[in-house]
């Protein structure tokens, strides 16, 4: 892949049809960002990671704004086409599930802002996609993502579990491929 001179920047070639998928962890302290290629083979490469720490804001307000600016930005600046996110669970603290859906209403609109369709994730999906079981734990999902994207040294919770959101998605989305049936049609209806 050519590289872009001003940013360095890795460009899939026009000969290649890779995808480029922007996978995000929202969190209302920290929101993890992941960014991957995947080939027609199914192919995984390492783009970008980052964990954007936002507990730092006088407000939690300017903490949303953080989250959508911060997006936007990387969004701008490594042209993903297609985005996974993870599902918000039930928490105990209801303050604390409504502070984390605000942060995830706040990156799907930096997404959606950005023309870009979201496919949310519950996390054992992604667990199950990349451990092998959803009930798989944070250290095995930073293990398999150093692995599977031959990542070097420590990688950071929130930007593993990132990154896990769009390998998911890319697993995801070559079974749509090739079953040929859209993702809403998977569950058995009762």
Known sequence: MPALPSTGLQVPSPASR???IIGIDPGS???GVGIIDVDDAGKLSHVFHVALAVAGEASFPLR???IFDELCDIIAAHQ???CGIERV???KNADSALKLGQARGAAICA???RGIEVHEYAATEVKQAVVGSGRGDKT?????MGVLLALKGPLQADAADALAVAVAHAHTRASMV???IPRTAWRRRR
């Not at 095995?140 to 398999?144: A, D, F, L, T, W």
Request: hydrophobic share 40%; charged share 25%.
């Open 18 to 20: 890779a995808v480029r």
């Open 29 to 31: 302290q920290r929101t």
């Open 64 to 66: 949303l704004k953080r």
């Open 80 to 82: 993903p086409t297609e």
């Open 89 to 91: 669970f039930m928490a």
């Open 111 to 113: 997404v959606a802002s």
């Open 140 to 144: 095995q999902v930073q293990h398999m």
């Open 178 to 180: 090739r079953v040929g």
